[in-house]
T-cell receptor, first 115, second 114 residues
């Protein structure tokens, strides 16, 4: 298994541009999450999904959109990029939340710089 | 909104020293996780604690969940340079509409010098 993969690894955007961050998992996990991590900080939840066709907002959803058309893929869309969106973005997945010991598996991250 | 306060934010020690990282909240969590993150990589789960007072050991790392499930600690004995990294605590409330959403502390950057 490749686990959780993210593309691209690094991207520079100009203010106002748009882009899609890709996330794919091959573990047949139902739950998927998008987090952002600012320098020296913990992770904050942007959006999450509990299955194909079902998404919901997290703590910091403004400026982002998501979709979940398949179990494997959970792309994050940035519209009208702003400098405040400069961050490292992590995608994660887990099978379910029936157990309190359920593990979330994280991808390697996408580093985004908005200038 | 649930918050997790992690301390200290930075820790620089010599090889062989002991250290403790704290994770505190005014909210109750049903589970508390500790992650380690290396530069350029995503967080990797070290341990999950779910019961008040629970203690888990992972080689030289000891994790404890507070009796009231509002706080946790990570203790490293005889730190080694390979322990260097960012340590994150994260809490969650299982069931209902929580859907496994994690609330992260701000992290502790640990540097162990040879």
């Amino acid at each position: 298994n490749a686990g959780v993969t993210q593309t691209p690894k690094f991207r520079i955007l100009k203010i106002g541009q748009s882009m899609t961050l890709q996330c794919t998992q091959d573990m047949n996990h139902n739950y998927m999450y998008w987090y952002r991590q600012d320098p020296g900080m913990g992770l904050k939840l942007i959006y999450y999904s509990v299955g194909a066709g079902i998404t919901d907002k997290g703590e910091v959803p403004n400026g982002y959109n998501v979709s979940r058309s398949t179990t494997e893929d959970f792309p994050l869309r940035l519209e009208l990029a702003a400098p405040s969106q400069t961050s490292v973005y992590f995608c994660a997945s887990s099978y379910s939340r029936r157990s309190r010991r359920e593990t979330q598996y994280f991808g390697p991250g996408t580093r985004l710089l908005v200038l | 909104t649930q918050l997790l306060e992690q301390s200290p934010q930075f820790l620089s020690i010599q090889e062989g020293e002991n250290l403790t990282v704290y994770c505190n909240s005014s909210s109750v969590f049903s589970s508390l996780q500790w992650y380690r993150q290396e530069p350029g990589e995503g967080p990797v789960l070290l341990v999950t604690v779910v019961t008040g007072g629970e203690v888990k050991k992972l080689k030289r790392l000891t994790f404890q969940f507070g009796d009231a499930r509002k706080d946790s600690s990570l203790h490293i004995t005889a730190a080694q340079p390979g322990d260097t990294g960012l340590y994150l605590c994260a809490g969650t409330n299982a069931g209902g509409t929580s859907y496994g959403k994690l609330t992260f502390g701000q992290g502790t950057i640990l540097t162990v010098h040879p």
